[in-house]
T-cell receptor
Framework: EAQVTQNPRYLITVTGKKLTVTCSQN?????MSWYRQDPGLGLRQIYY???????DKGDVPEGYKVSRKEKRNFPLILESPSPNQTSLYFC??????????????FGPGTRLTVL | GESVGLHLPTLSVQEGDNSIINCAYS??????FIWYKQESGKGPQFIID?????DKRQGQRVTVLLNKTVKHLSLQIAATQPGDSAVYFC?????????FGQGTELSVKP
């Protein structure tokens, strides 16, 4: 089954404690992306990657890091989480060049709470 | 500034009725638009898309209409079912980057 998986699904942590949210896709997609979803603000892009070893900032990259060492994985790293990073996070992947269409698949989401 | 927004944050319809969800966009340079459905506890799911050289596109029970003159996008769901209850987002594709609206919550009454 084609899917994007994220782990963990739920996480409660404290300020300053480094954490990583993993994302993996099994569709051999080149493009992967991280979004955060907040009430009243919708989905905002954090980082994206066009392919292995290629990453770029989205709209709200501050406080986050990513890496793309393998095509299937795109972890999101919070080196020193702060309460304003409490949010619902979505990973997504997409096949590039699909006739210009956005065939983007989203993961199930990770609900992060930073105390 | 650029924005993609929705006219109504919530919409309640009777089962079997048609639903219309609206979206306004401000960037006339956008050439591609998508509607997503997000059910509770899940990630957004692609419903239907439309390119700016079209004004209407139909899928199974769904139709997207694009009015470039007034920068307006709508999603029509025919014979709305309880399983259609979700938040619906429009998104604007600008050079591969998606800009999402805040979403409209559709509630279907039995």
């Amino acid at each position: 089954e084609a899917q994007v998986t994220q782990n963990p699904r739920y996480l409660i942590t404290v300020t300053g404690k480094k954490l990583t949210v993993t994302c993996s896709q099994n569709m051999n997609h080149e493009y992967m992306s991280w979004y955060r979803q907040d009430p009243g603000l919708g989905l905002r892009q954090i980082y994206y990657s066009m392919n292995v070893e290629v990453t770029d900032k989205g709209d709200v990259p501050e406080g986050y890091k990513v890496s793309r060492k393998e095509k299937r994985n795109f972890p999101l790293i919070l080196e020193s989480p702060s309460p304003n990073q409490t949010s619902l996070y979505f990973c997504a992947s997409r096949l590039l060049g699909a006739g210009g269409r956005d065939t983007q698949y989203f993961g199930p989401g990770t609900r992060l709470t930073v105390l | 500034g650029e924005s993609v927004g929705l006219h109504l944050p919530t919409l309640s319809v009777q089962e079997g009725d048609n639903s219309i969800i609206n979206c306004a966009y401000s960037n006339s340079a956008s050439d591609y638009f998508i509607w997503y459905k997000q059910e509770s506890g899940k990630g957004p799911q692609f419903i239907i898309d439309i390119r700016s050289n079209m004004d209407k596109r139909q899928g199974q029970r769904v139709t997207v209409l694009l009015n470039k003159t007034v920068k307006h996008l709508s999603l029509q769901i025919a014979a709305t079912q309880p399983g259609d209850s979700a938040v619906y987002f429009c998104a604007e594709n600008q050079g591969g980057k998606l800009i999402f609206g805040q979403g409209t919550e559709l509630s279907v009454k039995p």
